[in-house]
């Protein structure tokens, strides 16, 4: 099964990638634009057998401008944990399911449509994503914590203390009856401070 699985990612999904610019590198697969890196990870399950192989497919983009907000020395080819967008693919199209399964009953031309149609739905949406705002704007419309300080110091120091508010606003909303909320609202008013923006706390 573990030949089946190299063959699938060497035979299918490396063409199909290179198609649109993804370079290959172990199990990841890296396309770099001006300011941002895509990149799609096959993850490998634990517990895998001769008779079984499932793996995960793994979205990310990892943004240049956020890095730098991090403090963090900037790198084209970034572990998928490091991305500062992440998702599994399942997350952003409903025609893959959440983890692959090759084994001797696997009809392995359904599942090498299926993978490479979820990988072209993914590809549509990281067309959507052009730069550090629009992965800022991915969260802060959950509204989601993943992401809240940087998208805090991205719209602030841009300017724009109405979509910060609104953030901050939709975050209490959703957030600020959680015990672990006076955390992250001390950090964010913090931030709000360093760019002489009033914060209005809950």
Known sequence: MQQIFNDLIK?????????????????NFYKASESLVYMF????SGGNSADK???YVNCGIYSAELARIQSKQFTTAPHEAECHFRARLGELTESVPDRFAVTSDTNMKELTKTLLDGLEEAIHFYDTMTGARSVVDYYTSGPYLHLGEESFHLLLQSKDSAAANQYLRALQQKHGAENRWRIFETK???????YGVEFHRL
């Open 188 to 194: 964010y008013e913090a931030i709000f401070n360093q």
């Open 11 to 27: 035979q299918d999904v490396k063409p199909f990638l290179s198609k649109h610019g993804f370079a290959k590198k172990s199990l």
């Open 41 to 44: 990870n096959f993850q490998k």
């Open 53 to 55: 192989v499932m793996f």
